[in-house]
């Protein structure tokens, strides 16, 4: 890939916004993968900034797999002709994002990019997801649950036995204590500072998702997101607390379905007798337009 190929600075290229249970994100048409070359972090943070970029949880690149040397490294393009390119909103890679995947097929079906009324499979670095779409109702087979024993995070002097979840991309899930509250008057503070983790456990950092049981089956949850902070929805992190509860409840092996409440709104998550971990929820593209950024 050329400089010549990518935007000059200064030049103008295209974008969308989108986002899922408020869990936002610039969308980068960028098909044949002559665009943004190797996508420049700097360009990524620039365009999260939420005062003087457009602001977002991170970037979604769209791309054909076959036209993205990275891309086929994890997706064979016989598998899945678009690849979901993530990064977080400090220009860091991530392997998967579940509530970015369901906006990138949002925008698959609204651009006429993929056929009406068939599964979605759109390549990730955490493999393929199928995406089946229903109206509003956008649902993912994530895959199978990686469950990897205890562990432990901390906030501040505060410490928590978590349990270890890989999604795809790591997950730290930690319970509150029945009285402990989720909210900004709580043991997470206010805005969930940088949590504290082992780092030989998680070389490449972590998500650590905060749980609050509310009832039978329901669940909310804060995330600390790595590479971007607290964010307003986690997809994948929804699918973590949904299997670490479900594990602390004995209903691994079962069928078990989750309401999980998160502050940009509600996600319901099931972990299928057959070991796999099925995500629904919303996903809406709110705006286009150009920048220079």
Same mark, same amino acid.
């Given at each position: 890939?050329?400089?010549?190929? &990518?935007?000059?600075?200064? $030049? ?34 620039? /365009? ?11 970037? *979604? ?27 977080? $909103? ?11 995947? &369901?906006?990138?097929?949002?925008? /698959? ?47 501040? $002097? ?103 409440? *998160? ?6 998550? $099931? ?21 220079? /950024?």
């Amino acid at each position: 890939m050329s400089e010549q190929e &990518r935007p000059a600075e200064g $030049s103008a290229y295209p974008f969308l916004k989108g986002h899922g249970t408020q869990n936002d994100f610039v969308l980068l048409p960028d098909h044949d993968g002559t665009l943004h070359g190797d996508l420049d972090p700097a360009r990524v943070a620039r /365009l999260c900034d939420r005062r003087a970029g457009i602001g977002g949880d991170g970037v *979604l690149r769209v791309v054909r797999t076959a036209a993205y040397a990275a891309a086929r490294e994890h997706v064979d393009p016989a598998e899945a002709e678009w690849f979901m390119d993530y990064r977080n $909103s400090d220009g860091s890679l991530s392997e998967m994002c579940g509530n970015g995947v &369901r906006v990138f097929a949002r925008h /698959l079906l609204e651009e006429g990019l993929v056929e009406p009324g068939r599964p979605i499979p759109v390549g990730t670095r955490a493999g393929v997801k199928v995406i089946e779409v229903d109206g509003d109702r956008i649902t993912v087979d994530m895959g199978r649950p990686r469950l990897l024993g205890a562990t432990e995070v901390a906030v501040g $002097s505060t410490r928590w036995a978590a349990t270890h979840v890989d999604m795809g991309n790591p997950h730290a899930v930690a319970f509150l204590a029945e009285g402990q509250p989720l909210d900004a008057h709580g043991p997470v503070g206010p805005l969930l500072e940088e949590p504290a983790y082992d780092v030989q456990v998680y070389p490449h950092g972590v998500n650590v998702e905060f749980v609050e049981r509310r009832g039978a089956g329901h669940v909310a949850m804060r995330v600390h997101e790595r590479g971007s902070g607290e964010t307003r929805s986690c997809g994948t992190g929804a699918c973590a607390v949904a299997v670490a509860t479900a594990l602390a409840d004995g209903r691994s092996g079962v069928d078990a379905t989750y309401r999980v409440d *998160l502050p940009g709104g509600t996600l319901e998550i $099931s972990w299928t007798a057959d070991d796999r971990v099925l995500m629904s929820g919303p996903a809406v593209v709110v705006a286009s337009g150009s920048t220079a /950024l």
